[in-house]
Each structure stands twice: as structure tokens, then as C-alpha cells.
């Protein structure tokens, strides 16, 4: 049964930025992963379902109780006047969290996320890292049933990432579905066993995280270095260079294992004797995937 | 370059700049609107139980000038108006005012001193129109004594005359009783002495005599009579002894006869001296009558003279009592109360310090701030806060958080006024039932304005511009309340609407327990009709942006929306079919 059903949601900001027909459904227990680069609509998305913009097509449904959904959102959202402990009780308290359980609860965030020593210096004292920290802790201070996380670990270091998603795996595991937004596929990739990828507001992808990962893996990025740009023209103009873009005096292309595409070309250029100052093959960037999923789409359409 | 960016960070939004131009615009127009009409409303009560035509036409005089006159019964319910703000001065007319010397009673002017800038005003209004009546009077006063002295001094000339008159009359008469003086020296009452005793006792003696020798000649006669019959009869002889009885009788009637001729001889002497005496004494008398007609006529001329003066007097007499009446006509003969024909007296309601009168007016204005910035920041920094923003999604039903903002605004403000009130209490010497109706008017002022607070939080998309507006609706309260500028300044078609002035009614309020002391419920709320209402609205509308605009606000943070594009009817009717309503459990 979904807990969280998207279908054909459609948003237009008045400066211009949308989302366009946006389709996804999630079941309990299940991780979703956002990705996409900066702007390209997570967030947006992200408020829709949390129920901040209202005014959208389509239709989203969410199967939660309000006080079992937790958020954080990209900008750190507390009362800065307040202290550490005060903020995670006063919204335990909005989420009609019980007393006890919070006491439980309060401490073993704190503990998890390093904010003991700091649990009674208002908010506003906070380094940033220490208020991403407490955001997160009151997303999951009331212990809910659907998280959202916008952006969890974005500006933090390595060490706190890394701590950041062990404490996400631990409600994760405890039966709880998240929604992580992130522009880093990596991020995503230990947590998510779904994955929606954003393009421009437009959906590229969603499906289970490992046939994306499995779709990445598989996929390589070629990049040719031509000595200089005459001998790049020269197989411009004899050889189909449709999947390749260029940059400079450089070719790139993404292609699976042995593509009898990739062999073809370096068929070609020996054969042309086209001077080639250097190849580099390496795994493709979420941009390099953006595209070819993109371009995918737009073939399909 | 700095300056531009200053104003571009203050003037944020287009909204903010358009309400700190129309802000302005809308005290102009309020100014403008208020106090345009040069004419104006000026409520005057009075009660006068006895009246008079110098009340009447005081009153007259007042109602000419423009003052809306109230009349009252009572000085308690004239004094009440005065108390309520109906009007800002009571006139109490003694009974019977007129304008004369030994009338004392004064006209009292009761005066809220607590409106001192309105009641002075008026004050001097009416004391100017009083002060022309009192100028009338004192001219017709000044008037009627010139008028009085010029006839009287005509009458006296005409006096003075007369006085002349009777002067020369007496002189007369003096003269005229002076010859009279003389003519009475000239009577000789002297008169020669006469032996009455002799003439009366010879003449007794004479008529003795006479009557003694009248009966002896009678005896005699029949002695002589018998004998001689007897003598006949018996032609005897004569008996002696009859002739010596005879003898001797005769003898004795001889000597009685010489007797009675020595006495008639007196008699004759007495005669001969009286009769001297009756012809001198006849002699007098004539020379008497002669005087007799002389001091006749003198009494004559004194008389006429005399009654000349008598006339000449009376007439005096009556120029002097025309005069004196003409004095006595005059109303009043004192020069003060000439100058000062109408006393009057000004009585404040209430005793009040000038502590105590400024102390209403500065608790207001600090709970209507208090009330409308502590509300609107409060809503404004829990928009605006991300802390806020987890708020607009909890579940939490919205109206908690308004009234949480509510509650938390009027805990503010009463705190406030809770210092402020017991300071007043301390140097005002409030008893606890007025600090209790005080603390009462207190909440429901700051309930009231807090209300308007969250509407104008609500509606504003910074502090600055929340902070612009109260003093904008401020402002306007306060032009519409005569704190600034008495409420007779206001045009007249824009008075009616002061008693439904929320500022104005809490300040009566204010003012009432203040400086009147007022006790009892009933009073302290008249005229909340209109604050009834208005609190209900704002209550309504302050809800209704809250639920609305906080969460179109807070969304704001993370940008705006932009209202669906026309969509083509075959699309939409296909989004139609595909769209269903987004379920969320409560």
C-alpha cells in the first residue's frame, strides 16, 4: 500500500520555473532519493508534499498523520531565540509527542548528533553545522512515520555526513519512510532503495535506486583529446557524431560496455590516422546521467 | 549610491513602499476630511429650574453663537453629561437670575478640567458671549444712572428755586411777625387798680341795710297801721309802750336809712371809680381793636406767607422724593456690580491633579501602542521565523496559534499595564475597586487593539510596516478623539462618528475611573456598543488573515507562487479527470 502517491503534479513559479508532471508513488518503509542539480525543482517538490504549496495541478497523497511527518528543511527552520532543548521540545510538543517518549527520544538524538554540550545555548549561538544538526534532530524528535529531508547534509563535512546517514539508517530500519533530497548521487546511493531524478522540473527517472546505480555503473564516459581542432573537424565531418558532444578540442560521449558505437569510432580514427593527444574513460557524472536520461526520454517522446 | 541601497533595503517590497506613501496620504485626508468645516458643534448643558428673561436671554444669546444647548432637570444629570463627554461644560443657572444690586447668587460654569484644552476653549467662548451680555447690561446699568443723575439734577435746580422761594417767604414772614412784635409792645395792658371788695361788701352792706329798713318800715308801717286802727277802734288812748316800740322802730328804721345813705354814698363813691375805670378801659379796648386789626392783617400775610412756604416745601419735599426714586430706581448703585452685573463662578467636576488628568490620556496611548506593535511583531516574527514555517505544517488546528498569539500579546501588555497601574494607584490614592475596573477597561482595551494588531500584522510584510500602519490608525484615532485637537474642530458631519471611536470610548473610560472615580459596571461600559462590534469584526478579520495570509507569508520564504495559466479546454478537461483532491489523515 503507498503511503505517498504523486501523480501528474504540475507547479509554475511566478518567475518562470516549474514542475512539470511529476509522478512517483512510495510505500512504507521505503527510501526515496531526489537528485538533482541546484534549482532543478527538488525543493519545490518537496514543499508540495509537505503541504506548503497548495495551488498545484495534479494530485499528491500522502498516508500519514501530520504529527508522524517529519521535515527539515534546506534552510535550518527553528526559533533561533530558543535554546537547543526548548526547540525540540516545543516541537515534540506540536507534534503531540508524548513527555516520556521524548525524554527517550530527546537524549538519544542529542547524543547521536553531538548537540549535548550545547543543549541549553539558544538556537542563534549555533554554528551552522550544529543548526543543520538540530533541524534534523527536530524532524525525528517525534519519532514519524514519514520523513522528509531537504538537503540533510549538504553543507557538512565528510565526518558528519557520514554520521548524519547512520542515524537516518537507524530510523530507517525502524520501519520509517524518508524522502532525501541531495545533488550528490553518492549521498544517496548507501540509503535509497528508490530514486526520482529531477531535470529542469521535469522527472528523469524514478524506479528502485539499484537499477539507476546499476544503469551508472554500466555506463562510461569517454573523453577524446584531439592534438589540435583541424583533426577534431576531420572526424566531425567524416564519422555519425550525434551521441558525442564537444567541448574545445575534446569529444565526449557516454556509452555502455563495448558499445559497437565506441568500437566504431575508434575504428574510424585509426583508420583516418586522426592524431588523438589522449582518451579518458571514467564513470559519468549525475550531469552526464542527466542527459543521457533526458535525451533518452525525449527520443521515447 | 548607499542611500539608494539603504531605501531599497527598507522599501523591500512594492507593498511596504505603496503603504508608507498611502500612509501619509491617508493622514492628510483625514486631516483634511476632519477638520475642513470652519464651523463647529459646540455642546453646552444647562439647568436652570426658575428662569428668568437674563437666562433666557443668555441662553439665547449662546444658542445665536452656534452652541447645541442641552437642557437638563438636575445639576447631577447636567454634570453627568459633562462627566460622559456630551458636552464639556454644564451651566447651572440660579433661580430666578436678574441682574440688581442685592441679588448674589452667581452662575456656575462646572467644568471637566481634565479637557482642559476643549473646556478652555469653550470657556472662553461662552464666557465671551456672557461677557458681551454682562457689557449690554453694564452699559444699560451705566446708561439709566447717567439718565437718573440728569434728571435729578434738573429737579434739584428746580428745588433750589423753590428753596429760594420759601427763603424770601420767610423773610416776609419775618418781617410781618416782626411788626406784629411791635404792634403787641404797643398794647397797654395796664389798667387802674379798682376796690371791687368795698363796692361788692357796700354794696351787700347797702342791700342789708336797705332790705333791714325796707322791713322795719314795712313793721313800722303796720305798727303804725295797727295802732292807729286800734286807736280808732277804740278811740283810747295811745298805749306807751307801742309808742315807744314805734319810737324806737323809728328810731331804728332812721338809723338804717343813715346807714343805707352812707353806703349808697360809698356806693356812689365805687360807682363814680368804676365808671372812671369803664371809660379808661373803654379807651383801651378801642386802642385794642385797633391792634386787634393791625395784628390781624400782619397774621394775615404771615399766614399767606406761611402757606406760600408750605406749598414751596411740599414741592421740595416731592422733588427730593422724586428724586430719591429715581435713585431708587436705579438696579444697581455699587460701582463692582455695575462692572460685574452677573457673577459668575467656575467649579471643576472633579478635584483632580494635573498629575491625574495627564495620567488617562499617557496610559491609553501606551496601551493602544503596547497592544497593536506587541501583537503585530509577534505575528510578523512567527511568520517570518523558520520556526514559523514548522508551525503552518504541524497539526495543530491554526486557531491555537492565533489565540496563542492572542494570549501571549495581552500577557504582555497586561503586564505592562499592570506596573504602570499600580505606580497610578500609589500616587492617585486609587481605591482597589477602581484599580479593579481600571485593570478591567485595561484588558478589554488591549484585547481590542491587539486584535487590530494581528489584522495589522497580518497585513503587513515587515515590522517597519506594521510599525508605519499602528501609527497611521494611531494617528487617526487620535485626530478623531480631541486628544490632539478638541472634537469641536472636527467637521460636524464626522462628530457622530467619535462616539463610536474605539480611542475615544476607552478614554472616557479612562477617564471616568481616573478623575471621576466612577463605580458600577453599567457605567464604565456605556457606549461599548460600537466596541462590541468592532472587537467582533476585528476579531473575524484578524483570524481570517491569520489562517489565510501567514501561511501564503510563510511560504513566501521559499518564493511565489504564480496562478495557473489558461489551459486549453481539452487539457484541462483531461487534468480534470486525471486530478483528485490530495487525502491527508487528521
Redesign the interface.
Known amino acids: 500500500m503507498s503511503i505517498l502517491e504523486v501523480k501528474n503534479l504540475s507547479f509554475r513559479y511566478r518567475k518562470g520555473f516549474s514542475l512539470e508532471n511529476i509522478s512517483f508513488s512510495l510505500k512504507k518503509k521505503d527510501f526515496l532519493g531526489i537528485l538533482g542539480v541546484s534549482g532543478s525543482g527538488k525543493t519545490t517538490l518537496i514543499r508540495a508534499v509537505a503541504g506548503l504549496i497548495t495551488d498545484y495541478s495534479g494530485s499528491i497523497s500522502l498516508e500519514a498523520k501530520k504529527e508522524k511527518i517529519g521535515i527539515s528543511f534546506q534552510q535550518p527552520s527553528f526559533f533561533e531565540e530558543l535554546t537547543v532543548r526548548d526547540n525540540l521540545a516545543y516541537f515534540a510538543k506540536l507534534a503531540r509527542f508524548r513527555r516520556e517518549e521524548f525524554a527517550k527520544s530527546y537524549s538519544f538524538l542529542i547524543d547521536s548528533l553531538g548537540l549535548r554540550a550545547f543543549e541549553k545555548r539558544p538556537a542563534e549561538r549555533l554554528s551552522g553545522g550544529m543548526k543543520r544538526r538540530l533541524d534534523i534532530a527536530i524532524a525525528l524528535v517525534s519519532q514519524p512515520e514519514f520523513v522528509i529531508l531537504d538537503e540533510p547534509v549538504g553543507e557538512l563535512d565528510p565526518l558528519l555526513r557520514k554520521k548524519i546517514f547512520e542515524l537516518i539508517d537507524v530510523f530507517s530500519r525502524r520501519g520509517c519512510t524518508f524522502m532525501i533530497t541531495s545533488h550528490i548521487l553518492y549521498d544517496l546511493e548507501r540509503v535509497c532503495n528508490k530514486l526520482l531524478i529531477i531535470n529542469q522540473g521535469r522527472q528523469a527517472f524514478f524506479g528502485d535506486a539499484k537499477d539507476f546505480m546499476e544503469e551508472v555503473n554500466q555506463t562510461f564516459k569517454t573523453r577524446i583529446v584531439f592534438s589540435d581542432k583541424s583533426e577534431l573537424e576531420k572526424m566531425k565531418k567524416s564519422f555519425p557524431h550525434q551521441k558525442i558532444s564537444f567541448s574545445g578540442n575534446t569529444a565526449s560521449m557516454l556509452h555502455k560496455k563495448e558499445t559497437k558505437y565506441v568500437k566504431a569510432l575508434f575504428d574510424f580514427l585509426d583508420k583516418e590516422a586522426i592524431k588523438i593527444a589522449e582518451v579518458k574513460v571514467s564513470q559519468p557524472s549525475l550531469e552526464d546521467m542527466f542527459v543521457r536520461l533526458v535525451s533518452k526520454e525525449e527520443k521515447k517522446q | 549610491m548607499i542611500i539608494k541601497k539603504n531605501l531599497r533595503i527598507f522599501f523591500r517590497n512594492r507593498s511596504s513602499s505603496v503603504i508608507m506613501v498611502l500612509g501619509t496620504f491617508l493622514v492628510l485626508f483625514a486631516l483634511v476630511s476632519f477638520f475642513s468645516e470652519d464651523s463647529q458643534v459646540v455642546h453646552v448643558s444647562y439647568v436652570v429650574n426658575q428662569t428668568s428673561n437674563v437666562s433666557d436671554n443668555i441662553l439665547l444669546l449662546l444658542s445665536g453663537s452656534g452652541f447645541t444647548l442641552h437642557n437638563f432637570s438636575t445639576s447631577e444629570e447636567c454634570i453627568s453629561s459633562v462627566t460622559e463627554g456630551t458636552s464639556k461644560i454644564c451651566l447651572s443657572f440660579p433661580d430666578n437670575l436678574t441682574v440688581s444690586e442685592d441679588y448674589n447668587e452667581s452662575l456656575v460654569f462646572y467644568i471637566d478640567s481634565s479637557r482642559i484644552n476643549v473646556v478652555y476653549y469653550i470657556l472662553d467662548q461662552v464666557m465671551s458671549e456672557f461677557s458681551e451680555y454682562s457689557t449690554i447690561q453694564r452699559h444699560r446699568l451705566v446708561s439709566d444712572m447717567l439718565t437718573a443723575i440728569d434728571d435729578v439734577y434738573a429737579m434739584l435746580e428746580a428745588a433750589e428755586s423753590q428753596a429760594e422761594a420759601i427763603e424770601e417767604n420767610f423773610a416776609e414772614v419775618e418781617k410781618s411777625l416782626l411788626l406784629l412784635k411791635a404792634d403787641i409792645a404797643k398794647i397797654d395792658v395796664s389798667y387802674p387798680s379798682l376796690n371791687t371788695l368795698n363796692l361788692s361788701r357796700s354794696a351787700s352792706v347797702l342791700i342789708t341795710r336797705f332790705r333791714q329798713a325796707s322791713l322795719n318800715s314795712n313793721r313800722f308801717r303796720r305798727l303804725s297801721e295797727s295802732l292807729i286802727e286800734e286807736m280808732d277802734e277804740c278811740g283810747c288812748l295811745v298805749n306807751q309802750s307801742y309808742l315807744d316800740t314805734l319810737n324806737k322802730t323809728y328810731v331804728s328804721h332812721q338809723e338804717t336809712l343813715n346807714g343805707t345813705e352812707a353806703v349808697i354814698k360809698t356806693l356812689s363813691s365805687n360807682v363814680n371809680s368804676f365808671t372812671k375805670f369803664y371809660t379808661d378801659s373803654t379807651k383801651s379796648l378801642d386802642e385794642l381793636k385797633k391792634l386787634k386789626k393791625a395784628i390781624d392783617s400782619d397774621i394775615k400775610d404771615a399766614l399767606e406767607l406761611v402757606n406760600q412756604s408750605q406749598h414751596d416745601l411740599a414741592s421740595l419735599l416731592n422733588t427730593i422724593k422724586n428724586s430719591k426714586a429715581e435713585f431708587d430706581a436705579l438696579e444697581i448703585r455699587k460701582a463692582e456690580r455695575i462692572l460685574d452685573p452677573i457673577s459668575a463662578e467656575i467649579v471643576p467636576i472633579a478635584d483632580s491633579s494635573r498629575l491625574g488628568i495627564a495620567i488617562p490620556s499617557v496610559f491609553l496611548i501606551l496601551l493602544v501602542f503596547s497592544s497593536l506593535l506587541f501583537s503585530s511583531s509577534l505575528v510578523i516574527f512567527n511568520r517570518d ?3 514559523g ?8 488546528p491554526r486557531g491555537l496559534f492565533y489565540f496563542s498569539i492572542l494570549a501571549s500579546a495581552l500577557v504582555l501588555v497586561v503586564s505592562q499595564a499592570l506596573v504602570f497601574m499600580v505606580v497610578v494607584a500609589l500616587l492617585l490614592g486609587l481605591s482597589l475597586v477602581v484599580f479593579l475596573q481600571l485593570a478591567l477597561v485595561s484588558v478589554c482595551t488591549a484585547l481590542f487593539f491587539i486584535f487590530a494588531g494581528i489584522l495589522i500584522g497580518n497585513a503587513s510584510d515587515s515590522k517597519e510596516m506594521a510599525f508605519f500602519i499602528s501609527i497611521v490608525v494611531t494617528l487617526i484615532l487620535l485626530l478623531l478623539s480631541g486628544e490632539i485637537l478638541p472634537v469641536e474642530f472636527i467637521s460636524e458631519s464626522l462628530q457622530s462618528a467619535i462616539a463610536h471611536n474605539p480611542y475615544e470610548v476607552f478614554r472616557s473610560s479612562f477617564y471616568r475611573i481616573i478623575i471621576h472615580g466612577e463605580v458600577g459596571l453599567a457605567g464604565l461600559f456605556s457606549g461599548y456598543a460600537s466596541i462590541y462590534i468592532g472587537a467582533a469584526v476585528l476579531a473575524l478579520f484578524s483570524f481570517y488573515t491569520f489562517s489565510t495570509f501567514r ?1 501564503l507569508k ?2 513566501r ?9 489558461p489551459q486549453k479546454k481539452e487539457e484541462k478537461k483531461k ?1 480534470n479527470k ?9
Open positions: 521565523s523558520r520556526g514555517l514548522r508551525e503552518t505544517i504541524s497539526p495543530k501561511k510563510t511560504s520564504l521559499y518564493g511565489k507562487a504564480k496562478k495557473p495559466q487534468q486525471q486530478k483528485t483532491k490530495p487525502r491527508r489523515k487528521k
